[in-house]
């Protein structure tokens, strides 16, 4: 099993309230992906964090092997949702990916 987490901070440029928004729209369209990619375990987007965070939001999943999660990173519904949901709003991302 590959496990791939993702920590987003999202652009200044947002309120409280539409970083709320953004978040909840990230969260569906991710978790949304279940059972659509190939190798894809599980996935959870966690957005209300507490306020010691100093991040907006991460991502937690779960892949099959390495092969999977090479897979998710070019499938046409995960892209769409990077391009559509993710990318225009987030101003950071860190990534860590690791066998389990």
Known sequence: MVKHVIIWTLK???NAEEKQAIKQ???EGL???AGRIPGLVDIK???DGLASSNTD???DST????ASLAGY???PDHVAVANGKVRPYT???????YEV
Do not use: N, P, T
């Not at 892949?63 to 390495?66: G, H, R």
């Open 12 to 14: 200044d440029e947002y």
């Open 25 to 27: 729209g990230i969260k």
């Open 31 to 33: 978790e949304g992906l």
């Open 45 to 47: 987007v966690i957005i």
């Open 57 to 59: 939001l991460i991502l």
């Open 63 to 66: 892949f099959s092997d390495a």
């Open 73 to 75: 990173a070019v499938h």
């Open 91 to 97: 101003a950071q991302r860190s990534c860590f990916d």
